[in-house]
């Protein structure tokens, strides 16, 4: 199974809104979490979309015309709202997916666009995943705009306060997918600030039950090439191994 988080950028320029297609195609995922995405049918064929509607979740933001969504390969997708944050996070509750299958349990699926001031609109939304019972296991991804891993002191940029990490490990029970692959490495760029592209900003991730640990096969940041143009954040893409099960 593959989990992808990207932010597009405002949704893309127009007629270049290739970002849906390239994903699914480049590593066809089990699930995409997606910000600042317009409406997924701007980016899909007619085809494509008709096909998998039931399987996407949309909400654009308040006064944009982009968003966040959850697309699934398969499954059934029951949304969940999250009335205060309607745009920037959107939740859907998947059923009988291939990997939810293999687990005998459900999965709570969120993508995030943390909105401005940061730390409370991030504290609030914890505050609500912290409501849910644990009856399904719970997959956080997307861009955090706070530092989805540690710092080490000599990195350029400092830690922002470490309540995220500690909260969604201590209350969640929640892993960083990429800090967990990578524990000794300074944090990889996901996100290129136009006014300071060389910043290593870390702000995007993937964070998953830390009892997947021993499924977890990589955590990649993907660079380079035509990626650079069709966002300013870069995705990051998680490999977990389906085939050994959870509960085997």
């Avoid at 990207?6 to 066809?28: M, P």
């Avoid at 085809?47 to 059934?76: C, E, L, V, Y």
Wanted: aromatic fraction near 10%; charged fraction near 20%.
């Amino acid at each position: 199974m593959k989990i992808v988080a990207y932010n597009l950028r405002a949704g893309g320029k127009a007629g270049n809104r290739v970002h849906w297609n390239r994903i699914l195609e480049t590593f066809d995922p089990e699930m995409f979490l997606v910000q600042e995405t317009r409406h997924p049918s701007e980016y899909l064929s007619e085809q494509f979309f008709s096909a998998n509607k039931s399987r996407i979740h949309w909400k654009a933001a308040p006064g944009r015309k982009w968003g966040s969504a959850i697309f699934i390969r398969s499954g059934r997708l029951k949304p969940i709202a999250l009335p205060e944050f309607d745009g920037h996070v959107v939740g859907a509750e998947i059923s009988r997916s291939a990997w939810s299958r293999s687990t005998n349990k459900s999965l709570r699926v969120f993508s995030l666009h943390v909105p401005a001031p940061y730390q409370r609109p991030m504290n609030e939304i914890l505050d609500f995943l912290g409501t849910l019972d644990n009856k399904s296991d719970l997959i956080l991804g997307g861009d955090f705009n706070l530092a989805t891993g540690i710092r080490h002191d000599s990195e350029p940029l400092p830690s922002d306060p470490p309540f995220l990490l500690r909260r969604t490990r201590r209350e969640l029970n929640l892993m960083s997918c990429w800090q967990a692959v990578h524990p000794n490495r300074n944090l990889a760029q996901t996100l290129r600030w136009t006014g300071k592209p060389e910043m290593p900003y870390h702000c995007d991730g993937i964070f998953v039950p830390a009892t997947w640990y021993r499924f977890l096969d990589d955590c990649q940041v993907i660079t380079g090439g035509a990626w650079h143009s069709l966002s300013d954040h870069n995705p990051v893409v998680a490999a977990f191994d389906e085939a050994s099960p959870i509960g085997s």
